[in-house]
């Protein structure tokens, strides 16, 4: 295992060695210290699914579903999720790089130890995804997404972006915004309590209470 930190959030991932890793093509009942390097697996239907110390990279699971189970110490790069429904399960000591998920539906989906860099959820929609632990995005896009009450205290939302994305009974008490676009960004105030931002975002923070107070802002 090994630790990165954004921020003041410290995640423990993985450290595959692929010398130790068995390549396959095939999801058989599980997967366990596998390497998966191009599979399509575009529509499949998982249900209490595990992969474990695993490494997928250019993979299809696109309009895939998936209920239950999990992803376990694994290292995912450059996998489509795009248009994929992830139902009730864990995904815990994973880093997840560059890769899609594009209007896909997580719900109650739990986080653990957990680093999302340079991804795309534009579209996504998020209910009930609570973070166990500790959970990091890094210059992901988040753009025209819908967070629905998820409970994800903590976290690090790092240089995304969060234009057009809606925030409804969400918890985000003592998580790091800073450095994220904040323009566009649609949700009541209270959903932002404790968080932590720079002082250059101010503007846009500004922006959001002149509208959730329906204030008038006159010149004269």
């Known amino acids: 295992m090994r630790t990165t930190t954004v921020g003041d959030v410290r995640i423990l991932l993985p450290d595959l060695d692929p010398d130790d890793l068995d390549r396959v093509t095939e999801l058989a009942d599980g997967l366990t210290e596998a390497s ?3 599979a399509s697996w575009r529509g499949v239907q998982l249900e209490d699914y595990r992969i474990r110390g695993s490494r997928i990279t250019g993979g299809d699971l696109s309009e895939s579903t998936w209920e239950a ?9 450059r996998t489509d999720f795009s248009g994929a429904t992830l ?6 000591r994973c880093a997840i790089t560059g890769s899609r998920f594009t209007g896909t539906r997580l719900t109650d989906v739990r ?3 957990a680093l999302f860099d340079d991804c795309r959820f534009d579209y996504a929609t998020f209910q ?19 967070w629905s009450t998820c409970r994800l205290p903590g976290i690090a939302l790092r240089s995304c ?16 915004l800073r ?8 949700t009541p105030l209270d959903n932002l309590s404790g968080v932590t931002l720079a002082e250059g975002q101010l503007p846009d923070l500004t922006r959001l209470a002149v509208d959730a107070l329906g204030l008038t802002v006159r010149t004269d």
Do not use: P
């Open 161 to 176: 972006d969060l234009a057009d994305l809606e925030l409804n009974s969400c918890q985000l008490a003592g998580s790091d």
């Open 111 to 113: 986080l653990k130890d």
């Open 179 to 186: 450095g994220s676009r904040l323009h566009g960004l649609r």
């Open 87 to 92: 139902v009730g399960m864990t995904i815990e």
């Open 128 to 146: 009930r995804v609570t973070a166990a632990g500790s959970v990091a995005f890094t210059d992901c896009t988040l753009t025209h997404g819908t």
């Open 69 to 77: 189970g999990g992803l376990y110490g694994c290292e995912i790069t």
């Open 36 to 38: 998966v390097d191009g």
